[in-house]
């Protein structure tokens, strides 16, 4: 007797894959726990004035070339996630908020408004992206995009506003969704390979968790309203970005930079723990790491291609930098070695069967429920790669995360430009102004030695 | 092996790893131009070790050696 098998066609599905719902996930968990979901921002400061109109206009007839920015989050019947597009393009019409700074300081209105648009949910399971403009008392304009990160992942959000500003300059544009990948197989094979990935990632999970993770406990459960995001936005200028440069590569070797910031970010950090006087004997850090499988990001520009390194950092090598980033180069060589990012990508397919509602409480099973002890990203190539936004000078770029609960904080870098940028991002009232303060402090003390 | 062919060894392996190319890599363009970072570099000291069975955390590797693909080739050449 011959059997036929349906093999579940991709010919016009994109099947989510295993990282990806690993993000769908974490934006379920966020939404229960905050007043939003994994959402985050791109910010450019720009040195002129953009019209209204014409960026409402232009970004209306772009978005038309993708319906699938308003897809959602669908179950096929081989039980894959995948995402479906809506039935009819473009449902909702184009989000831009257009907003005008008054007399009050720059700094802090723009800060306010930046937690103020990352903390707005979105309206609905189909709304995935929000466009802002807003005017100062000067001619310096920010544009911004707050987006869902099941839709892009921080390089694929860089590519997709890079581009529209391609769009913008092409008298034929008609092409320029030509070669994106919009289908994804359902990856339901090589099972084999799937277990022995999970087997091998329990093995290391279990290694992590046998010592105590130092993480700053989060209280949700007595607040009346559910808690956003803060964020600290710290930037350095083209002479200390070349001297914080040098330094990295003086202190931890060519091109060493990623370990140099996760060590930098472990000590500015660890003063706040130990001022929390939290007991525990080390720090678990995931570092994102970009998988995709080809140099042209424009072709892997929609949802997540990352997986992560899991660094776990003992209390005590913390005060000497040498020995802390030896520690890091010697984990992350190692992970590399043992192809960890890998592993961890093909065991979180095996995830996709279970809803993500319940995946919440299995993701909080190792470590006690604590997760990690705080997140951290270094993006060392900047996918945006014009000096200029429809016709505007862009003085600076930057990413504004919100920030897996727990840990609910974390330190982001990105560069633009020959500057360096940081990001501290942190769940309000998880800890004060006055620590964030620190934090700066601490990481411009670190840094900016001479 | 000739430092020419360990040169053409890497060069397969390294754009592989920076995603470009073959054609687009010389063996004398810094490895920071082609937008390798942390990660890319840890890759390629573990391609070369798995290729040329060397261990190189145990010699005596220096930033210079790593700076090109003819650099890292004059290395790999002395150590086999």
């Known amino acids: ?450 | 092996m000739t430092i020419q062919e360990i040169e053409n060894t890497l060069t397969k392996g390294i754009a592989s790893i920076a995603l470009k190319d073959e054609s687009s890599l010389t063996s004398d363009i810094p490895f920071h131009e082609l937008g390798i970072d942390s990660m890319g570099f840890v890759e390629i000291l573990v391609f070369v070790e798995k290729t040329f069975k060397l261990q190189l955390i145990e010699t005596d590797l220096a930033k210079k050696d790593f700076e090109t693909i003819h650099a890292l080739a004059s290395f790999i050449s002395k150590q086999l």
């Open chain 1, 1 to 450: 007797m011959i059997m036929y098998v349906t093999v579940p066609s991709s010919k016009n599905k994109r099947y989510l894959s295993g990282f990806d719902w690993v993000m769908g996930v974490i934006d379920h968990i966020l939404k229960k726990t905050t007043c939003s979901g994994n959402a985050s921002q791109i910010i450019f400061e720009l040195d002129s004035p953009l019209e209204s109109v014409s960026v409402q206009n232009s970004l209306n007839r772009f978005l038309k070339l993708f319906p699938i920015v308003q897809g959602r989050v669908s179950r096929d019947v081989n039980l894959a996630p995948y995402w479906r597009l809506p039935r009819k393009n473009f449902v909702n019409g184009l989000d831009l908020a257009v907003q005008h700074l008054g007399n009050s300081s720059l700094q802090t209105s723009i800060s306010s408004l930046m937690e103020e648009w990352v903390n707005r949910p979105f309206r609905d399971e189909n709304h995935h992206l929000v466009f802002h403009l807003i005017y100062t008392r000067s001619r310096k304009t920010y544009f911004g995009m707050t987006f869902d990160h099941r839709l892009f992942d921080a390089r694929g959000a860089e590519s997709f506003i890079y581009l529209f500003q391609r769009y913008l300059n092409d008298d034929d544009n008609t092409h320029i969704a030509e070669g994106i990948s919009l289908t994804a197989s359902a990856d339901l094979t090589q099972w084999k390979d799937k277990f022995e990935a999970g087997q091998h990632l329990n093995r290391k999970i279990i290694a992590l968790s046998k010592t105590s993770l130092k993480s700053i406990p989060v209280i949700l459960k007595h607040s009346k309203t559910k808690k956003g995001f803060r964020f600290r936005l710290i930037c350095f200028d083209m002479n200390d970005t070349e001297r914080i440069f040098a330094n990295a590569f003086e202190e931890a070797g060519y091109l060493m930079v990623m370990p140099y910031f996760l060590a930098i970010a472990t000590q500015a950090l660890h003063a706040l723990f130990e001022k929390k006087g939290l007991p525990a004997n080390s720090y678990i850090v995931p570092v994102p790491v970009d998988k995709r499988s080809s140099g042209d990001i424009k072709k892997d520009l929609f949802f997540n291609y990352a997986s992560m390194f899991l660094f776990q950092i003992h209390v005590h090598t913390v005060h000497d930098r040498k020995t802390l980033i030896m520690d890091i180069k010697k984990q992350m060589y190692e992970q590399v070695q043992s192809s960890f990012p890998e592993i961890l990508l093909k065991a979180s397919a095996l995830l996709r069967i279970a809803p993500v509602s319940f995946l919440k409480h299995i993701f909080r099973i190792p470590f006690e429920g604590k997760f990690a002890s705080f997140s951290f990203s270094h993006i060392g190539r900047c996918s945006y790669q014009s000096s200029e936004f429809m016709g505007a000078k862009i003085n600076n770029f930057f990413h504004m995360p919100r920030v897996p609960v727990p840990p609910g904080i974390g330190i982001f870098f990105n560069s633009y430009n020959g500057m360096l940028n940081i990001v501290i991002s942190w769940l309000d009232g998880l800890v004060g102004d006055d620590d964030i303060s620190a934090i700066e402090c601490n990481l411009k003390k670190l840094l900016c030695r001479k």
